[in-house]
C-alpha cells in the first residue's frame, strides 16, 4: 500500500489542468490535477468518468444545466455525455476514469 497526498501531488505539477495519473485500481485509472479559475472546454468520453473535488469548488455545464461540486463531493459524468468546466473552478481534483 502506498499513501497518497492529492493535494501536494497536485500542487507540484507544473500546469493547471494538466493531469498526473497516480495509480490504478482495476480497470480504473486515478488522476490528479490542480483546477484554477479558467474553463476546460466540452468534452465527452465512452466511458464513465468520476469527478472527486478533494478541495475548492468545480463548476460544470452537462446538457446546459450548471452542476456545482465541492469539496468532497463527486460528480459522475456518465459515458457518452458532454460536459465542460466553467471560469470559477479551483482548488484539487481527483478524476476517476472507469
Not at 485500481?25 to 490542480?34: E, T, W
Not at 476546460?40 to 468518468?49: F, G, I, K, L, S
Amino acid at each position: 500500500m502506498a499513501l497518497v497526498d492529492f493535494e501536494s501531488l497536485a500542487a507540484s505539477l507544473p500546469t493547471a489542468w494538466t493531469s498526473s495519473i497516480t495509480g490504478q485500481v482495476g480497470p480504473a485509472r486515478i488522476k490528479v490535477l490542480r483546477m484554477d479559475d479558467q474553463a476546460y472546454e466540452e468534452e465527452t468520453h465512452d466511458y464513465n468518468e468520476g469527478l472527486l473535488v478533494i478541495n475548492g469548488k468545480m463548476l460544470l455545464e452537462v446538457l446546459g444545466e450548471e452542476v456545482v461540486v465541492t469539496t468532497g463531493q463527486m460528480y459522475l459524468a456518465v459515458a457518452g455525455v458532454p460536459h465542460s468546466v466553467l471560469p470559477g473552478s479551483y482548488g484539487t481534483l481527483v478524476i476517476i476514469d472507469m
